[in-house]
Every structure is written in structure tokens, then in C-alpha cells.
């Protein structure tokens, strides 16, 4: 049981780190935005920052899974 009270509680706190992570990079983005396109008020730039965020983690999971299967592969 105790083994089981680790595991989870390991696996919470990683996800809130990985929360705070993204928040972090959440402001780091809005304020690149806000400096470039002097506001992220208006629909068209919060639109662009929908798009280009999506895009960052469409790319980010696509090279993710390829170093994954990469790994898999190299102990296999």
C-alpha cells in the first residue's frame, strides 16, 4: 500500500509541475504577443496565438512520438 501511496503521489506532483510548466510558458507566449503585436485583446490575436500554440504542440507530440518509438525500437 505504501508503494501505491508513493506512486500516485509522484505522479500528482509531476502533473502540477508540468501545470506550472505550462502556465509559465502560457504568460512567456501572451507577453512575446503582447510586445510584437502591441495587444492579445483583440480576436484576431488571440486567434494567432490559438493557432500557434496548437501548432507548437502538434509539433512537439509528433517529435515526441518519434523519439518514443525510436527508443522502443533500440531496445528491442
Avoid: P
Avoid at 500557434?52 to 531496445?75: D, H, P
Wanted: aromatic share 10%; hydrophobic share 60%; proline share 0%.
Amino acid at each position: 500500500m505504501k508503494r501505491d501511496v508513493l506512486e500516485k503521489m509522484t505522479a500528482l506532483i509531476t502533473a502540477a509541475f508540468g501545470l506550472v510548466a505550462a502556465l509559465a510558458w502560457n504568460e512567456a507566449i501572451k507577453a512575446f504577443f503582447v510586445k510584437f503585436m502591441g495587444t492579445s485583446d483583440t480576436l484576431w490575436g488571440m486567434l494567432l496565438y490559438a493557432i500557434i500554440v496548437t501548432l507548437i504542440a502538434v509539433f512537439v507530440t509528433l517529435q515526441l512520438a518519434k523519439a518514443t518509438t525510436k527508443a522502443e525500437k533500440k531496445e528491442e
